[in-house]
């Protein structure tokens, strides 16, 4: 498939995809809240 200008506006991720997404900025706001990673397991990203 090319990148036309139809597909890049389809898949364009300029804009949130689901409701609950979050920006860059309202995660700044929540950061401090989240509970610390418990031990063991994969390390969060």
């Keep these: 498939m090319p990148w036309d200008d ?3 506006r389809e898949h364009s991720r300029e804009c949130p995809r689901y409701p609950s997404d ?8 929540i950061a401090s809240m989240l509970p610390p990673a418990k031990p063991g397991g994969r390390p969060r990203t």
Excluded: G, S, V
């Design 6 to 8: 139809t597909a890049r």
């Design 22 to 29: 979050l920006t860059d900025r309202e995660w700044a706001l």
